[in-house]
C-alpha cells in the first residue's frame, strides 16, 4: 500500500513515549483495537490526503488572498446582469490544497459512507465458515478493518483531486462551507499555464463560476439536501457481489501490502448497479446538468462581452467536466458513482432556450420547486421543453407559483408577510431580462 504518513504528526502529546500520538498508522490501529470507526475511517484518509500533499505544500499568501477576494467580488458583481438570484457569497478564501481537504472532507463523508457501509458489511459477512468461527470475538473487528482501508484508499482519491480542483463547487457539488466562495490557488495557477491565458482573466473566470454556484446553492433552499439525498439514495440501492468479495480476499498476501491495494482499485468494491440505483444515477446526472448548464448560461452571458477568452476557457471547463480527471475516476472506482454532468451540453441548451424565449426571470423561476425542473425526458428536446413552459395556462402557472410559496415559506421564519418569490432581486439597477446573443458552446 501507499505511504501511510509515518511520522511525528503535529500537535502530538508531550509524552516521548507516546508513539500513538505521534504516528497516525499507530494511532488508527488504536482507535481500531478499542472498536471506535464506521464504514470509513476518515481521520486516516485525512492524514493520509494532508501527508500526500505535503511535500508540495504552498502556504496562500496576503496577496493570494487579495487576489482572490476582488476575483469573487468583480465576478459576483458582473451576474447581478445575467440573473435574478442574488448573490449568495457571504465570504471569500483562497485555498491550499490541503485547505481543499480540509474543508470539504466533512461533505465527502455524506457522499461516500452510504457506499462504503454496504462494501463493509458484505466484507463482513463474506468471511469463510471456518475464519468467522477462529475469529469469535475479534469477528467486529472486520468492520474497522474496512473502515481503514475505505480511509486509506479514499485518502489517496483526496490528494489527489485536491491537485486538480480550482474551487469549492468545481465538482458541481457545495463542498465547502456555505457561502464561502474559495479558489485553490496553485490550481488556478496550473490551469492558466495549461491554458496559456493570463492568470488574471482564469482566476476571474473560475471566480464567476464559483459565484454562480454559490447563487444557485444559497437561494435554492432545496437543491443542497437534493443533491445529498440523490447520492444516498443511490449508496441505499448497492448490491454487492459476496462471491466477488470472497474470491477477492482469499487472493490478499498479508505479507505483500500491493495485494490489497490491486484489489481495492480493481473492482473489488464495485457494485453491481440495480435498476433503483439506475433510476436515482439517472436523477443524480440530471440535476448535476442542470446545475452546471444553468451556471455555464450564466456565467457566458456575464462574461461574454467582457472577456475576449471566455468562449475558449468555457470550453476548456466543459470538457473537463465531460471526460473528469484522473483523480474523479478513482473516486468512481472506489465508491461506484462518477459525479459528472453527462448531459450538460442539453441542459445548456435548455437554459439558453428558456433565457431567448422567456427572459431571465422566467429562466430562473424554475428554481423555485424541483418539480419544476426538466426531467431527463426533456433533456431530449430543450427547444420543446422551452415551448411548453411558456404556453402554460395561467392556472397551471398560479399553482406552481402558489407551491414555490409555500415551500419557501417552509424554509423561513413565520411571519404576517408573504414570502418574496424565489428569483427576485434588491437590484433595481441589475438588467435582469438581458440574454445572450448565442448558447453556451457555440
Excluded at 469477528?139 to 474496512?146: E, K, L, Y
Excluded at 495485494?259 to 440505483?277: I, K, R
Excluded at 392556472?395 to 417552509?410: D, H, P
Amino acid at each position: 500500500m501507499s505511504n501511510f504518513g509515518f511520522g511525528f504528526s503535529p500537535g502530538s502529546g508531550d509524552d516521548p513515549d507516546d508513539l500513538a500520538g505521534k504516528v497516525p498508522l499507530f494511532a488508527e490501529l488504536q482507535k481500531l483495537l478499542s472498536g471506535s470507526g464506521g464504514p470509513v475511517n476518515w481521520d486516516l484518509a485525512r492524514q493520509l490526503a494532508i501527508s500526500a500533499l505535503a511535500a508540495e505544500h504552498r502556504r496562500v499568501s496576503p496577496a493570494d488572498s487579495s487576489a482572490a477576494t476582488d476575483a469573487i467580488r468583480l465576478g459576483d458583481l458582473w451576474l447581478d446582469d445575467a440573473t435574478d438570484l442574488p448573490s449568495g457569497v457571504t465570504a471569500t478564501q483562497a485555498w491550499s490544497q490541503v485547505d481543499w481537504v480540509e474543508k470539504t472532507i466533512g461533505t465527502w463523508a455524506a457522499l461516500c459512507d452510504p457506499v462504503a457501509s454496504r462494501v463493509v458489511s458484505a466484507m463482513s459477512s463474506s468471511l469463510p465458515p471456518e475464519v468467522a468461527e477462529q475469529a469469535g470475538p475479534m469477528a467486529p473487528m472486520m468492520a474497522q478493518v474496512g473502515g481503514l482501508m475505505f480511509g486509506a484508499q479514499l485518502g489517496q482519491g483526496l490528494a489527489a483531486l485536491a491537485g486538480e480542483v480550482v474551487s469549492a463547487t468545481d465538482v458541481g457539488l457545495p463542498l465547502g462551507p456555505a457561502g464561502t466562495a474559495a479558489l485553490v490557488t496553485a490550481n488556478v495557477e496550473a490551469m492558466a499555464t495549461e491554458l496559456g491565458r493570463p492568470l488574471e482573466e482564469v482566476r476571474l473566470f473560475m471566480a464567476l463560476r464559483e459565484a454562480a454556484h454559490h447563487r444557485l446553492f444559497s437561494h435554492v433552499p432545496w437543491l443542497r439536501q437534493q443533491l445529498i439525498d440523490s447520492v444516498d439514495a443511490y449508496g441505499r440501492g448497492i448490491k454487492i457481489d459476496p462471491e466477488a468479495i470472497s474470491a477477492a480476499l482469499s487472493e490478499l498476501d498479508p505479507a505483500n501490502p500491493e495485494s490489497l491495494q490491486n484489489a481495492l482499485t480493481g473492482g473489488l468494491f464495485e457494485p453491481q448497479n440495480t435498476d433503483a440505483q439506475n433510476a436515482a444515477l439517472k436523477r443524480l446526472e440530471t440535476l448535476l446538468a442542470l446545475i452546471e448548464g444553468w451556471v455555464d448560461t450564466v456565467v457566458m452571458q456575464a462574461a461574454g462581452a467582457r472577456m475576449s477568452g471566455a468562449d475558449a476557457m468555457a470550453e476548456a471547463v466543459r470538457r473537463r467536466r465531460a471526460t473528469g480527471g484522473p483523480a474523479e475516476q478513482t473516486f468512481a472506482t472506489l465508491v461506484g458513482l462518477e459525479l459528472r454532468p453527462r448531459r450538460l451540453h442539453e441542459a445548456a441548451a435548455m437554459w439558453f432556450a428558456m433565457t431567448q424565449r422567456h427572459g431571465v426571470a422566467a429562466r430562473d423561476a424554475l428554481w423555485n420547486h424541483p418539480d419544476l425542473l426538466p426531467t431527463a425526458e426533456d433533456l431530449d428536446n430543450p427547444d420543446e421543453f422551452a415551448a411548453r413552459h411558456g404556453s402554460m395556462s395561467e392556472s397551471e402557472q398560479s399553482v406552481f407559483e402558489e407551491l414555490a410559496r409555500l415551500v419557501e415559506g417552509q424554509n423561513s421564519e413565520p411571519s404576517g408577510e408573504s414570502p418574496e418569490p424565489k428569483g427576485s432581486s434588491d437590484d433595481s439597477g441589475s438588467s435582469s431580462d438581458s440574454s445572450p446573443d448565442e448558447p453556451p458552446g457555440n
